[in-house]
């Protein structure tokens, strides 16, 4: 990196936001659902809201949990919490 790269001006701190990922639907995987981990990832979502009220919480489950939701979620989450137990 040059040193006008290195020595630029930060970018401002983004709003909170926060994404959670938990109770997927893994088929055509093997793999059975985990049903906690929705409730992990709603539990998460809810203590980050009580925390940054002004800030997003996006959560998916199920079959909204696809790779495509799941990259654009990523892209515009500042902190992200995959509640997936190991997967």
Avoid at 29 to 43: C, D, G, H, Q, Y
Wanted: overall charge positive.
């Amino acid at each position: 990196p040059t040193a006008r790269l290195l020595f630029a001006a930060p970018a401002p701190p983004a709003a909170p936001s926060l994404f959670t990922l938990g109770g997927l639907d893994y088929a055509p995987l093997p793999w059975a659902p985990l049903p906690a981990t929705a409730a992990e990832a709603s539990a998460v979502a809810a203590r980050f809201r009580t925390r940054f009220p002004e800030g997003k919480a996006a959560t998916l489950a199920g079959k909204a949990g696809g790779r495509d939701a799941v990259c654009r979620a990523l892209e515009a989450a500042r902190f992200i919490h995959l509640a997936t137990h190991g997967y």
